[in-house]
């Protein structure tokens, strides 16, 4: 009775052992599968992302705000730079061909309004309206609750407000010097190589327009320092000089008295 008893224990103990440890080939390939398994759903989801952010900028070019949500919805990236053709990102790429509602749209979705483009440049969404000459861009960006950099420099060290002034966007000046963020006195080593301001740059190419809307900034707004006008005021040339220099002779009585 006992022998049998003995032999049962130790049948009952070979099944336990077969159930509850098998091998270690078959648990080695159950999580070889299951890694192929979850990497194969990884990269499957990131193409699927992929293409919602390639008709994300389709939808973009098309003004079709519709297509735009829906890709978002989606997953598409906002911040998604776009190719190596062009480097620029989504909400740049906005600013240069969408409209207002689809700028909003992917701000609101997460897009990084200081986001810099992958070219040379890095520019910014509002150096881009700044240069492309969208005001109603640039009414968006700087709502506070978006919380842009209006003095983002790029590479050089221009800002949007060098972009407004060189492509002689008055519009986007105007609105730009009208902020009380705005650094009126940012240097750029872009324009000569010497570190010149806007001003001085407006000077130099007589641009009697631009400095008009450049000096016409509320009083809130740190005014253009003594320094900078010094430098400005050696730009000047031109027949247009004499008119040039009585805006800034005023202007510093104003500020400077």
């Not at 599968?33 to 990269?43: G, P």
């Not at 969408?98 to 992958?118: K, S, V």
């Not at 221009?158 to 009126?184: F, G």
């Amino acid at each position: 009775m006992k022998s049998l008893l003995l032999l049962m224990a130790l049948s009952l103990s070979a099944s336990a052992e077969d159930i509850n440890c098998p091998p270690d080939e078959n648990v080695s390939l159950s999580n070889e599968i299951k890694e192929k398994v979850q990497l194969a759903s990884e990269l499957d989801s990131k193409l699927f992302k992929d293409r919602q952010t390639a008709k994300l900028f389709e939808a973009i070019q098309k003004k079709d705000l519709k297509a735009v949500l829906k890709a978002l919805r989606k997953g598409a990236n906002p911040n998604a730079i776009k190719d190596q053709a062009s480097f620029i990102s989504v909400s740049s790429f906005a600013v240069r061909y969408g409209t207002p509602e689809i700028l909003n749209a992917l701000l609101d979705a997460g897009a990084d309004p200081n986001l810099q483009d992958g070219n040379l440049q890095k520019t910014t969404p509002l150096m881009q309206a700044a240069k492309w000459n969208r005001p109603w861009a640039v009414d968006i960006l700087l709502d506070p609750k978006y919380k842009t950099n209006i003095n983002q420099q790029a590479d050089g060290g221009r800002t949007a407000l060098h972009m407004a002034a060189n492509h002689k966007n008055y519009d986007v000046l105007s609105l730009l010097v009208k902020n009380a963020k705005i650094n009126l006195n940012a240097g750029s080593v872009y324009t000569f190589g010497k570190g010149e301001t806007v001003l001085s740059s407006l000077c130099f190419y007589s641009d009697v327009s631009g400095i008009k809307t450049l000096l016409n900034h509320p009083v809130s707004t740190a005014p253009i320092s003594l320094e900078n006008i010094k430098m400005a005021k050696e730009s000047i040339k031109g027949e247009e000089g004499p008119e040039i220099l009585k805006q800034i002779e005023d202007y510093s009585k104003k500020y400077y008295p």
